[in-house]
């Protein structure tokens, strides 16, 4: 079955520290990965596409990661702020299927 | 801003109604989703549309239905409405076939009492 999970659900981080989000699937036949930021309440935002052939990609204090044969991505966050303070999602796009599959999300509060 | 605009934005409906929301879809995406996400869980794809077409569904029942117009907006109908059903619906657009983005609207919350 494929299945994406985001561990831990919650985490609470300094402001300043650097923030590292894991994301694991199973089956490594993704097409892509996408990490999102969610406010309470608020749809989804785009953070970084990774497509299957790329380790990692950067946006500004954003850099996401994949290992497609460990079935991982990490995002991190450097210096963190309290306006990240949100709920990060990961979906995966697997082949042959049109669907991007969520995990939970981890919730992040980042304390001033 | 994604461009992908929902509505309504809140709306309260009673057991056993039923509902539309509505979708516009990002400029030159011809692709709509829809994800409905429950309090505290990751969405869950309902279904998708592509050239007016159902083009993939998940695991929801036939009461749950869906349009998409020539312009590539999007509606999502739900009948018989179930307590259940309360979630933030979220839409989603993006080009098929290509390794875009999907850009999500703000969503509508619905409420069954």
């Known amino acids: 079955k494929q299945e994406v999970t985001q561990i831990p659900a919650a985490l609470s981080v300094p402001e300043g520290e650097n923030l590292v989000l894991n994301c694991s699937f199973t089956?490594?036949?993704?097409?892509?990965l996408q990490w999102f930021r969610q406010d309470p309440g608020k749809g989804l935002t785009s953070l970084l596409l990774i497509q299957s052939s790329q380790r990692e990609q950067t946006s500004g204090r954003l850099n996401a990661s994949l290992d497609k044969s460990s079935g991982r991505s990490t995002l991190y966050i450097a210096a963190s702020q309290p306006g990240d303070s949100a709920t990060y999602l990961c979906?995966?796009?697997?082949?042959?299927?049109?669907?991007?599959?969520f995990g939970k999300g981890n919730q992040v509060v980042v304390i001033p | 801003e994604t461009g992908v605009t929902q509505s309504p934005t809140h709306l309260i409906k009673t057991r056993g109604q039923q509902v539309t929301l509505r979708c516009s879809s990002q400029s030159g995406h011809n692709t709509v989703s829809w994800y409905q996400q429950a309090l505290g869980q990751g969405p869950q794809f309902i279904f998708q549309?592509?050239?007016?077409?159902?083009?993939g569904r998940g695991n929801f029942p036939p009461r749950f239905s869906g349009l998409q117009f020539p312009n590539y907006s999007s509606e999502l109908n739900v009948n018989a409405l179930e307590l259940d059903d309360s979630a933030l619906y979220l839409c989603?657009?993006?080009?098929?076939?290509?390794?875009?983005?999907?850009?999500f609207g703000q969503g509508t919350r619905l409420t069954v009492v």
């Open positions: 549309y592509y050239r007016e077409e159902e083009n």
């Open positions: 989603a657009s993006s080009l098929l076939g290509l390794d875009t983005e999907a850009f």
């Open positions: 089956d490594s036949a993704i097409y892509n």
């Open positions: 979906a995966v796009r697997w082949y042959g299927n049109n669907r991007l599959a």
